[in-house]
């Protein structure tokens, strides 16, 4: 099992930013992939990015394509979200979840951190 705590979540003005940070512990040398998703109030959560744990390969949401980028520091075990241009759309709880190898789905995820974006 990996453990994973989420961390820089805050209220920010539209247009300002934010760098949400996710620690993982635990099994790590099982992760195959590590995910940001966020839920808002009254509504389903959703995918927003996701990185491969080895290599280069990332991919976001339409909604937030050329406003947040996710990286990772191997070394850390940590994976971050830097988000620039928030809109208050972008106002949610927002959880990390690693996949390990052979898995189709996320198996462990964090606790949430809140993001709110006042307009």
């Known amino acids: 099992q990996v453990q994973l705590v989420e961390s820089g979540g805050g209220l920010v003005q539209a247009g300002g930013s934010l760098r949400l940070s996710c620690a993982a512990s635990?099994?790590?040398?099982?992760?195959?992939?590590m995910g940001w998703f966020r839920q808002a109030p009254g509504k389903e959560r959703e995918f927003v990015a996701s990185t491969v744990w080895s290599g280069v390969s990332t991919n976001y949401a339409d909604s937030v394509k050329g406003r947040f980028t996710i990286s990772r520091d191997n070394a850390k075990n940590t994976v971050y979200l830097q988000m620039n241009n928030l809109k208050p759309e972008d106002t949610a709880v927002y959880y990390c979840?690693?996949?390990?190898?052979?898995?189709?789905?996320?198996?462990?995820w964090g606790q949430g951190t809140q993001v709110t974006v006042s307009s």
């Open positions: 979840a690693s996949r390990t190898v052979g898995s189709t789905e996320y198996n462990d």
């Open positions: 635990g099994r790590t040398f099982s992760i195959n992939r």
